[in-house]
């Protein structure tokens, strides 16, 4: 963009030189119409000039004729006649001399033709003297008219030289008159073409400025809308108010925060009227200070909003003067603090929490100044170890507690723990309490940095663990107690399974000598023998039967004790399903009704879980077979770490105080020959359950049926 | 017996009343003269291998052995680690007939090529039916590769 300031002196310059132009071109006119007016007077002046020398020769001839009339006639007229022209002649020539008076030329011409008329008159006038005379000299006057005639025509002669000259004189300045018209003509052209130029060009320089100054304005219209857009929304409220508070001006930012519309406010409402009350004062001092001339800055208010909240706000205000330095209004700038205030809520809450939890912590906390290892903070479990209130430790070393030894060795340790920057834990460390006594603690050092890594606190923390320590060593002797009490238990546990497993195996055999040689006793000698020694044999064989199963039963019962335990999540409503399903084949001619409800899954080895089931339920079949119709109850609940599942009939029961013999290995309750078994299923379940962790229990009475339950935890346990 | 008579099934049993038994069993399956019995595993081992006592041995090796898992001297797991182990006996089928239901015993015995495991049942009847099934499945109806 070109500046105004070049552009108005390039348009006045334009104009000026166009108007130059002009002028230059007028004054050409005029000197043109002058030459013209001139050019004219030269044609008139060479016209007069013929005139007068028409008039010479005309006077001349007159003379002549008049001269001859009188010597012919010797009349008094002709006389008169010559005598008018010649004393005519010399008048024409004087005003021919006056005429050409510009041209040197023509006066040398006037001054000849003088002579040449001089003497003809002069001649003229002899032959009219000689006539009054009364002379006649016929040969004189022949010789005069001879020679009359030759001034005659030397007079034409000159007369003509004249005219020619004249001629000439008036053509040169006509040619001389044309040419400057021309160039007149030719500057009247090229001055009008440039002055046509230099207008149209300063007519266009105009057009342009008036466009900027159009484009100039539109930008200031635009900037004064942005400035308003600006100061409207602000993420800061802006308001202004007379001397007497009240608004004349306030942003959009200002009245969404309070809720006002701006008419609510503007030239009705004063400032301090949207204050809390106890602001007020605080108010009218700094809007004093502010009128007087000193800027206030980040005072804090809280206004009231029109719906009756509290806006917290931080103020900067300060004075608007006119050029007589008169106050005219402030201008105040303000900031929402809601979200600040809270923060410093947060911070003081979340520092109280901070206080309290440090204060109340069971374990010694302190924290010593870097540099001097001064205490500096030290909560309430400190105070009771050192017996020692706050106010006697803040500020105070460890030499000020202890004794040098122990302060030196504490302050090495501090100056190890801020020299490394990380944490130090020392499992032990004896102090001498004066209330306590001899101490152990168990203290971990930490250095706290600032945020350029250097350390500036040394934190505490020290537990207490001289109780600990009692007890660690009672637990380790215990424990060491425990683990050669379980070694011995494990070995005696081998010895009696390899020993069982080893009698199992080494019964079978001459169990089965006894059944297989009686059977062949039967069939080489059966005849041989009576229905008594039949019955004897029978017996016999249904006893080795009977051994065979109690061998059986006791090898499958102690391999539990050996077998791994394989522990993954167990649908038990599906397995006790299968369990009833398989039980139910041996006692098909019972048609039991049970009941069974959803049971919670359960962490365990999947294989033994079948065997509990199918030994619960095959004993609640079997001690209610007598019962129309037995029946059974399934089911199952759970605690939050525990499930107890539930095997529930309604047979012969059992009397409590037999309950010491329920779970032992072939102990029964009831006769074989009344409910076959061997005396292990219950047996069995305890072991298995007590190898998942759990626990079996029985509650019943005669007759009145029979509730068996065991519990397993969530968790499962792994071996 | 013969010593050209060939022995289709060699008994391995230490113990005389289950060894009377067995071979009674095999007898009513109808294969009483083919019956060769062992007292112990280094005896077993020695009539296989034709050595010691039977190193004349003429007999071609039996069709199967039946052998018990716990015996004297050699015990019935090294009589078959032997003979699967060796390339002139690895094709004989061996049946354990032992009292043993031990999961590591049978699990070893497969693990070593046994062809089948039976548990002598102490039940007399259920004792001869599985003796006579092994007896005739292995020794009559199985075909098997000659020796390597």
């Known amino acids: ?387 020692l209130p706050k106010g006697a430790i803040i500020g105070r070393s460890d030499y000020d507690f202890f004794t040098r030894e122990q302060a030196d060795a504490f302050v090495a340790k501090d100056r190890e723990v801020l020299a490394g920057g990380k944490l130090v834990d020392i499992v032990e460390e004896p102090i001498h309490s004066k209330v306590m006594g001899e101490r152990w603690l168990h203290t971990k050092k930490i250095p706290i940095t600032d945020e350029a890594g250097k350390p500036r606190y040394l934190l505490g923390i020290s537990e207490d663990v001289t109780d600990g320590k009692a007890t660690e060593r009672r637990i380790i002797e215990l424990n060491q107690s425990l683990e050669s009490q379980t070694a011995e238990l494990q070995a005696s546990n081998r010895e009696l399974e390899s020993f069982s497993y080893s009698v199992s195996h080494d019964l079978r055999s001459p169990l089965r000598a006894i059944d297989g040689f009686s059977r062949i006793l039967q069939e080489d000698h059966g005849h041989a023998l009576d229905s008594e020694g039949q019955r004897l044999l029978g017996v016999i064989r249904s006893n080795t039967k009977r051994m065979g199963q109690l061998i059986d039963d006791l090898l499958a019962f102690s391999r539990l004790g050996r077998q791994h335990l394989n522990v993954t999540t167990v649908d038990m409503t599906a397995l006790a399903q299968e369990a009833l399903a398989e039980v139910n084949l041996e006692y098909e001619e019972l048609t039991p009704q049970v009941v069974m409800a959803p049971l919670p899954k359960a962490q365990g080895d999947p294989v033994l879980l079948r065997q509990v089931w199918i030994n619960l339920i095959s004993n609640a079949l079997k001690y209610s077979r007598t019962r129309k119709p037995p029946l059974l109850e399934i089911s199952a609940e759970s605690n939050a770490t525990h499930v107890v599942y539930r095997v529930k009939d309604n047979g012969v029961g059992f009397d409590m105080k037999y309950y010491n013999k329920l779970f032992g290995v072939f102990q029964r309750l009831h006769g074989a020959d009344e409910f076959p078994g061997t005396g292990v299923g219950l047996a069995i379940v305890q072991r298995v359950i007590a190898r998942h962790g759990g626990r079996v229990w029985g509650e019943a009475a005669v007759d009145r049926g029979a509730t068996f339950c065991f519990s397993l935890s969530k968790e499962g346990r792994n071996e | 017996m013969n010593d050209l008579e060939p022995v289709e099934i060699l008994l391995v049993e230490d113990s005389q009343t289950d060894g009377e038994m067995t071979q009674r069993a095999l007898k009513k399956a109808g294969l009483t003269n083919a019956v060769f019995w062992v007292r112990d595993g280094a005896e077993a081992l020695d009539y296989l291998f034709c050595e010691g006592a039977y190193a004349d041995r003429k007999q071609r090796p039996p069709k199967l052995v039946l052998l018990d898992l716990k015996m004297p001297k050699v015990d019935g797991i090294e009589v078959l680690r032997r003979v699967k182990g060796d390339a002139r006996t690895s094709t004989i089928p061996v049946v354990m007939l032992t009292s043993s239901a031990e999961e590591n015993d049978i699990v070893k015995s497969y693990q070593l090529g046994v062809n089948s495991y039976l548990v002598k049942p102490v039940e007399f009847d259920r004792f001869v039916a599985e003796v006579s099934k092994a007896g005739c499945y292995w020794a009559v109806m199985n075909k098997v590769a000659g020796p390597l």
């Open chain 1, 1 to 387: 963009m070109m500046k105004p300031a070049n552009n108005d002196l390039r348009t006045n310059l334009g104009l000026a030189f166009a108007l130059l132009v002009l002028i230059g071109i007028a004054a050409a006119s005029v000197d043109t119409v002058n030459r013209f007016a001139d050019g004219a007077h030269w044609v008139d002046h060479t016209q007069q000039v013929i005139g007068e020398l028409e008039m010479l020769t005309t006077q001349i001839s007159l003379a002549e004729s008049g001269q001859r009339g009188f010597l012919i006639t010797n009349d008094e007229r002709d006389l008169r006649s010559y005598q008018s022209s010649s004393s005519a002649i010399p008048m024409v020539l004087d005003s021919l001399q006056k005429l050409t008076a510009d041209s040197p030329l023509q006066q040398r011409r006037i001054a000849n033709l003088r002579i040449v008329m001089d003497r003809r008159l002069a001649m003229l006038r002899i032959g009219i003297e000689a006539r009054q005379r009364g002379e006649i000299d016929r040969i004189a006057e022949r010789e005069r008219l001879g020679r009359g005639r030759e001034l005659m025509e030397e007079l034409v002669a000159l007369v003509g030289e004249m005219r020619a000259g004249e001629d000439a004189l008036l053509k040169q300045r006509s040619a001389v008159l044309e040419a400057g018209r021309i160039r007149t003509d030719a500057f009247i052209v090229l001055g009008n073409l440039s002055a046509l130029g230099l207008l149209l060009f300063s007519f266009g320089v105009m057009k342009r400025q008036i466009a900027q100054r159009r484009e100039a304005e539109t930008q200031l219209r635009r900037y004064a809308a942005a400035v308003e857009d600006l100061y409207n929304n602000a993420p800061c409220g802006y308001h202004s108010l007379d001397a007497q508070g009240i608004f004349v001006q306030v942003n959009d930012t200002e009245l969404k925060w309070l809720g006002y519309e701006r008419e609510d406010l503007i030239g009705k409402v004063a400032f301090p009227d949207l204050l809390l009350p106890d602001n007020r004062v605080s108010f009218q001092e700094n809007f004093s200070q502010v009128k007087l001339g000193t800027p206030v800055n980040d005072i804090e208010y809280e206004l009231i909003r029109k719906d009756g909240s509290v806006l917290p706000v931080s103020l900067n205000a300060t004075a608007v003067r006119d050029e007589a330095g008169n106050y005219v209004q402030s201008r105040a700038s303000m900031f929402d603090v809601t979200l600040r205030r809270e923060a410093e809520q947060r911070m003081h809450r979340a520092n109280a929490f901070l206080d309290s939890v440090f204060e109340h912590i069971p374990h010694m906390i302190f924290v010593k100044d870097a540099s001097e290892l001064r205490f500096v903070r030290f909560n309430k479990a400190g105070e009771d170890l050192l017996g």
